[in-house]
């Protein structure tokens, strides 16, 4: 249990109500009951805020006067759900050492301090620093360096030489490292370009279920220091990542694309290889970027949908703008003369 006034120091939150009040988890403000703490970030929530019974709210100063219980009054509710949901929720310790049944090449090296669960390959010359867990099921190949108190959950793998950083978190079915898209026409023959570069990751970065990110072809795949990578990402060979950037679900990456810092990319966004992307750049989802972008801003593309006899007549009308541009020319070659 934890009482108003602990999670509201451990936040930075001002306390409104009793500060020896205590909850034991989160909830929704629709669903939460009185042992719960919730939070309101979104405006189309508050509807939701009077009748809710839960114990706690954490809410920005303009909403504490609709809570109904006790608050903590704060200047960006969200973040502070997110403090804590880990202060509340905190990462299950693991057991240190080497699992029996995990296999562990003798030319590697491994802090005592780190955790290999079971099955487990880690093949010759790979480095793990302390406080690393290596969850059941993981692959690291030849060469592999990971960095202090980096935490890999399981079924996950990292091919040869690839480095990853500090205080990483990677979640489960992520390939790094895999052969980038390299081929090359031979005569009407495909033949395989072999890719010699590796993958270096950052500190601080996160990696979605099931993201993979591409060796490099010749020099190496980036990604920078706390980078956050949604579930379901590809990311091509030789590719750099800035830091602080994120990237949300199911985006393509094309190889030799480069991302600048602190960019935010939506969900389903389609990026074209050997484009410079400068920093603070933000693209909404299913954009489909196809030219560099040199100037910060909010990028947009695709047309959302709408009822299929309108969407039919916007097609068409699609489909007719090269006529019209060809008579507004003629037209404006009339007016000259």
């Known amino acids: 249990m934890w009482t108003l006034?602990?999670?509201?120091?451990?936040?930075?939150?001002?306390?409104?109500g009793d500060g020896t009040f205590q909850v034991n988890s989160i909830g929704t403000l629709q669903?939460?009951?009185?042992d719960q703490i919730s939070f309101l970030s979104n405006k189309k929530y508050k509807k939701y805020l009077v009748d809710t019974n839960a114990g706690i709210v954490i809410v920005h100063e303009s909403m504490?006067?609709?809570?109904?219980?006790?608050?903590?009054?704060?200047?960006?509710?969200?973040?502070?759900?997110?403090?804590?949901?880990?202060?509340l929720n905190p990462t299950i310790e693991m057991s240190k050492?080497?699992?029996?049944?995990?296999?562990?090449?003798a030319t590697s090296q491994i802090h005592p301090s780190a955790s290999i669960a079971a099955q487990v390959v880690i093949e010759s010359d790979v480095e793990i620093a302390e406080d690393v867990i290596?969850?059941?099921?993981?692959?690291?190949?030849?060469?592999?360096?990971?960095?202090?108190?980096?935490r890999m959950t399981a079924n996950i793998t990292i091919c040869e030489s690839v480095q990853i950083g500090k205080n990483g978190l990677i979640h489960p079915g992520v390939v790094i490292g895999a052969d980038g898209f390299g081929i090359a026409n031979d005569k009407g023959t495909w033949i395989k370009v072999p890719q010699i570069g590796s993958v270096v990751i950052g500190d601080d970065v996160e990696i979605g279920a099931n993201t993979t990110i591409d060796r490099g072809a010749i020099d190496n795949t980036t990604i920078g220091n706390g980078v956050k990578l949604d579930n379901q990402i590809q990311i091509g060979h030789n590719v750099v990542i800035g830091d602080n950037t994120v990237i949300a679900g199911c985006t393509g990456i094309a190889g030799s694309t480069q991302i600048g810092q602190n960019c935010i990319i939506g969900g389903g966004v389609g990026i074209s290889g050997h484009l410079e992307i400068c920093d603070g750049v933000q693209m909404s989802g299913m954009s489909m970027i196809t030219k560099s972008?040199?100037?910060?801003?909010?990028?947009?593309?695709?047309?959302?949908?709408e009822p299929v006899q309108q969407w039919h007549r916007n097609v068409i009308r699609y489909r007719q703008m090269d006529k019209l541009a060809d008579?507004?020319?003629?037209l404006e070659t009339l007016n000259k003369k």
């Open 97 to 105: 050492g080497i699992h029996p049944t995990a296999s562990v090449d």
């Open 327 to 330: 008579r507004v020319k003629q």
């Open 293 to 305: 972008i040199t100037k910060p801003g909010v990028y947009s593309s695709g047309i959302p949908a």
């Open 64 to 87: 504490v006067v609709d809570v109904p219980n006790h608050a903590i009054i704060v200047d960006d509710p969200y973040v502070a759900y997110a403090k804590t949901a880990s202060l």
């Open 134 to 150: 290596i969850g059941p099921g993981c692959v690291l190949l030849r060469g592999v360096k990971v960095g202090k108190a980096t």
């Open 31 to 34: 669903a939460a009951t009185t």
């Open 5 to 16: 006034k602990q999670i509201a120091d451990h936040i930075g939150g001002v306390v409104k």
